[in-house]
């Protein structure tokens, strides 16, 4: 019988036993033809179900529970989102599996760094009794029910150790200086610290809460004065300390930048990078642009750079191609990736099928999945499994920049700022520098060079973006084009 109809026939034998007027099961012989006490105090162990971090995305080795959407007693069904988890690339919500209660929230919002497999949560059947279900503790790769007993036992051992485990920190020079100056021993302190190290912060917050003065130092110990060490240690070394009056924020390192750190780092040490760039006149975009706000359509620059990329990738589609193990494999969809900032890092949402939009269409989809990029709202499918990716920096300003591939594709465009030049007429023009980095090992410097030479010509021929699609026929009825 499975472990779940396990509990289920103990539940409905315990319930048919204490029907009868039997208040103790534990005395009913085996020859009765009962089951003995065990079985159903095992049964009633096991009637919790554990809720444990998921693998949200492939990727991901821990994460951060950002806000818990359903409260402890509340009933689930399959499909009802708990509680959402910021992995390595944003904040994505999770789903369970089976209908119950959720009986007990272990890891609250805001915990950190919650390894894949960790207890988060227990829940039970409906119609248990949530507020007495039995906590599972870990134990090599089983899961035990711990008892009231045990979980008092268990916390005070945690204390201990945690107590044990603080004194063994190392404190830092400037945080000793400031415990033996005020006369604090460092386990009065609550520490803010990575690992509970304890920071000179935590010393001057307890310092000002608490009022204290500093002590005369050579009347309450033996420490040797400044002048006694100085003469006592060859060679000297001087150790700056800021004073007292300063203040600063530790500022933890998301998942997401980790994970942006370390993808960097992988690509910058195993693709060869190549650069490319070209200089493009963009000023019958801009007329184009001003034509259709004029027709109240609003599109970006950036719409139009997406939608010439894209065209420019399906003429050279060698560049719209993504590794898959030791092989460059071409994709016959163009799924472009484009860089968004958010305060946790930056993540890349997909405008897929970008070839076959029209330019607004482009244009409503990368405004929705920005909004939900900044929200972390964002679903796995929809920042993963790009073809091509674009990082625009020339809205700030920047002339020209080169942009880090990210793997498993293998080219990326990062477009610059506007800045009006002499043309051959000797007329104003507005151009544009766009640069792109590519893999030299899937990518040669013919087939970069050929897809810089067709989004140029897309984008001082615009009509070309256009042709087809609604808003050409926009522009006709207007009598602009």
Same mark, same amino acid.
């Given at each position: 019988?499975?472990?779940?109809?396990?509990?289920?026939?103990?539940?409905?034998?315990?319930? %048919?036993?204490?029907?009868?007027?039997?208040?103790?099961?534990?005395?009913?012989?085996?020859?009765?033809?009962?089951? =003995?006490?065990?079985?159903?105090?095992?049964?009633?162990?096991?009637?919790?179900?554990?809720?444990?971090?998921?693998?949200? #995305?492939?990727?991901?080795?821990?994460?951060?529970?950002?806000?818990?959407?359903?409260?402890?007693?509340?009933?689930?069904?399959?499909?009802?989102?708990?509680?959402?988890?910021?992995?390595?690339?944003?904040?994505?919500?999770?789903?369970?599996?089976?209908?119950?209660?959720?009986?007990?929230?272990?890891?609250?919002?805001?915990? @950190?760094?919650?390894?894949?497999?960790?207890?988060?949560?227990?829940?039970?059947?409906?119609?248990?009794?949530?507020?007495?279900?039995?906590?599972?503790?870990?134990?090599?790769?089983?899961?035990?029910?711990?008892? @009231? &007993?045990?979980?008092?036992?268990?916390?005070?051992?945690?204390?201990?150790?945690?107590?044990?485990?603080?004194?063994?920190?190392?404190?830092?020079?400037?945080?000793?200086?400031?415990?033996?100056?005020?006369?604090?021993?460092? =386990? @009065?302190?609550?520490?803010?610290?990575?690992?509970?190290?304890?920071?000179?912060?935590?010393?001057?917050?307890?310092?000002?809460?608490? $009022?204290?003065?500093? !002590?005369?130092?050579?009347?309450?110990?033996?420490?040797?004065?400044?002048?006694?060490?100085?003469?006592? $240690?060859?060679?000297? @070394?001087?150790?700056?300390?800021?004073?007292?009056?300063?203040?600063?924020?530790?500022?933890?390192?998301?998942?997401?930048?980790?994970?942006? +750190?370390?993808?960097?780092?992988?690509?910058?040490?195993?693709?060869?990078?190549?650069?490319?760039?070209?200089?493009?006149?963009?000023? +019958?975009?801009?007329?184009?642009?001003?034509?259709?706000?004029?027709?109240?359509?609003?599109?970006?620059?950036?719409?139009?750079?997406?939608?010439?990329?894209?065209?420019?990738?399906?003429?050279?589609? +060698?560049?719209?191609?993504?590794? %898959?193990?030791?092989?460059?494999?071409?994709?016959?969809?163009?799924?472009?990736?484009?860089?968004?900032?958010?305060?946790?890092?930056?993540?890349?949402?997909?405008?897929?099928?970008?070839?076959?939009?029209?330019?607004?269409?482009?244009?409503?989809?990368?405004?929705? &999945?920005?909004?939900?990029?900044?929200?972390?709202?964002? !679903?796995? %499918?929809?920042?993963?499994?790009?073809?091509?990716?674009?990082?625009?920096?020339?809205?700030?300003?920047? #002339?020209?920049?080169? =942009?880090?591939?990210?793997?498993?594709?293998?080219?990326?465009? +990062?477009?610059?700022?506007?800045?009006?030049?002499?043309?051959?007429?000797?007329?104003?023009?507005?151009?544009?520098?766009?640069?792109?980095?590519?893999?030299?090992?899937?990518?040669?410097?013919?087939?970069?060079? !050929?897809?810089?030479?067709?989004?140029?010509?897309?984008?001082?021929?615009?009509?070309?973006?256009?042709?087809?699609?609604?808003?050409?026929?926009?522009?006709?009825?207007?009598?602009?084009?």
């Amino acid at each position: 019988m499975a472990a779940s109809g396990i509990v289920r026939f103990g539940r409905r034998f315990s319930k %048919h036993l204490l029907s009868t007027g039997l208040k103790e099961p534990n005395k009913i012989t085996e020859n009765g033809h009962y089951i =003995a006490r065990t079985l159903f105090t095992k049964c009633a162990d096991q009637a919790s179900t554990p809720v444990l971090m998921p693998a949200l #995305s492939p990727t991901m080795s821990e994460g951060t529970i950002v806000k818990w959407l359903k409260k402890e007693g509340e009933s689930v069904v399959p499909g009802d989102v708990i509680c959402e988890i910021q992995t390595d690339k944003a904040v994505v919500s999770m789903e369970v599996d089976e209908e119950g209660i959720l009986a007990k929230i272990l890891k609250p919002e805001n915990t @950190t760094d919650i390894k894949i497999g960790t207890l988060i949560a227990v829940m039970v059947e409906e119609g248990d009794d949530w507020r007495t279900a039995e906590i599972p503790v870990e134990s090599g790769s089983q899961t035990e029910p711990i008892t @009231t &007993l045990e979980k008092s036992t268990s916390t005070e051992d945690h204390t201990t150790t945690t107590k044990t485990s603080h004194t063994e920190i190392p404190i830092g020079p400037s945080v000793r200086k400031l415990l033996e100056e005020y006369n604090i021993t460092a =386990a @009065t302190v609550q520490p803010s610290g990575p690992h509970g190290r304890l920071l000179k912060g935590d010393i001057l917050k307890y310092v000002k809460s608490n $009022s204290l003065s500093k !002590q005369d130092l050579g009347a309450v110990s033996n420490t040797p004065t400044k002048e006694e060490v100085i003469q006592t $240690s060859q060679p000297t @070394t001087t150790v700056f300390v800021p004073g007292e009056e300063e203040e600063f924020i530790d500022i933890p390192l998301t998942n997401m930048r980790r994970t942006i +750190a370390r993808r960097l780092t992988e690509s910058k040490m195993t693709i060869p990078h190549s650069y490319i760039s070209i200089e493009s006149n963009i000023k +019958a975009v801009s007329d184009l642009r001003k034509q259709l706000l004029g027709e109240g359509i609003k599109v970006s620059m950036n719409d139009f750079i997406i939608k010439a990329s894209a065209i420019a990738l399906q003429r050279v589609p +060698a560049l719209n191609a993504v590794w %898959h193990g030791e092989e460059v494999k071409m994709s016959s969809n163009v799924d472009i990736s484009v860089a968004v900032a958010t305060d946790q890092g930056l993540i890349t949402p997909i405008i897929k099928n970008a070839a076959y939009l029209a330019v607004d269409e482009i244009s409503s989809s990368i405004k929705d &999945l920005a909004v939900r990029a900044r929200e972390g709202k964002l !679903q796995l %499918h929809e920042f993963q499994g790009g073809t091509f990716t674009i990082s625009n920096l020339g809205m700030f300003g920047i #002339s020209e920049f080169t =942009a880090v591939i990210n793997p498993p594709q293998t080219a990326i465009m +990062a477009i610059g700022s506007s800045r009006l030049v002499a043309g051959q007429d000797g007329q104003p023009q507005t151009n544009m520098t766009v640069t792109v980095s590519y893999d030299s090992r899937a990518i040669d410097e013919t087939n970069a060079s !050929q897809f810089l030479e067709v989004f140029k010509e897309v984008m001082e021929s615009p009509s070309l973006m256009i042709v087809g699609s609604s808003l050409s026929s926009t522009l006709k009825v207007a009598g602009s084009y």
